[in-house]
Antibody
Framework: EVQLLESGGGLVQPGGSLRLSCAAS????????MSWVRQAPGKGLEWVSA????????YYADSVKGRFTISRDNSKNTLYLQMNSLRAEDTAIYYC??????????????WGRGTLVTVSS | DIQMTQSPSSLSASVGDRVTITCRAS??????LAWYQQKPGKVPELLIY???ALQSGVPSRFSGIGSGTDFTLTISSLQPEDVATYYC?????????FGGGTKVEIK
């Protein structure tokens, strides 16, 4: 079955760190770029970061640049998001999403179920 | 950054009605426009890409049109299972940006 499964969310204090993972199955993971997209409670969708299929190219939204790092391990079919210096406004469900191509085409034909990150003291 | 503006933000229509949602980009994005459907409590799903191409498995009552700055998603005959929030998304350039969403309800 083609699927994405996120993990690693939870409650963290402002200024803290968290590492999200997304395990992919059912498709050739290294052939596709991947993104993280977040959704604050009751709000719309916000693209966060993307990485090419090879992992050579990465992209970030200005709101997370310098604080978040996207990476992937194609031998483990897993996508990561290292989140540092977390702020209350980072509170959201974080979805991993599969791109249509190996480079960043930019739209997403498969989404995970999401993992909730709550930043609060 | 390219801003995506959707209208209306919400609508209520009867089963069988034709429903139209518009999306405007703050600058031209050619046809690099996708539409997603997010049902209540569920994950977003791709409906349309390159402004008008229907994703595999999506019912033919959904259609999209547009190029440049103005785009439209149409549901030709609204069904109860279409209750959802619909988002447009620009993928012409990074940062990728989404519209604010249009919530569709049944009257």
């Amino acid at each position: 079955e083609v699927q994405l499964l996120e993990s690693g969310g939870g409650l963290v204090q402002p200024g803290g760190s968290l590492r999200l993972s997304c395990a992919a199955s059912g498709f050739t993971f290294s052939n596709y770029a991947m993104s993280w997209v977040r959704q604050a409670p009751g709000k719309g969708l916000e693209w966060v970061s993307a990485i090419s299929g090879s992992g050579d190219s990465t992209y970030y939204a200005d709101s997370v640049k310098g604080r978040f790092t996207i990476s992937r391990d194609n031998s483990k079919n897993t996508l990561y998001l290292q989140m540092n210096s977390l702020r209350a406004e980072d509170t959201a469900i974080y979805y991993c999403a599969k791109d249509r191509g190996g480079w960043l085409v930019g739209y997403f034909d498969l989404w995970g179920r999401g993992t909730l990150v709550t930043v609060s003291s | 950054d390219i801003q995506m503006t959707q209208s209306p933000s919400s609508l209520s229509a009867s089963v069988g009605d034709r429903v139209t949602i518009t999306c405007r980009a703050s600058q031209g994005i050619s046809n690099y426009l996708a539409w997603y459907q997010q049902k209540p409590g569920k994950v977003p799903e791709l409906l349309i890409y390159t402004a008008s191409a229907l994703q595999s498995g999506v019912p033919s009552r959904f259609s999209g049109i547009g190029s440049g700055t103005d785009f439209t998603l149409t549901i030709s005959s609204l069904q109860p299972e279409d209750v959802a929030t619909y988002y447009c998304q620009n993928y012409n350039s990074v940062p990728l940006t989404f519209g604010g969403g249009t919530k569709v309800e049944i009257k």
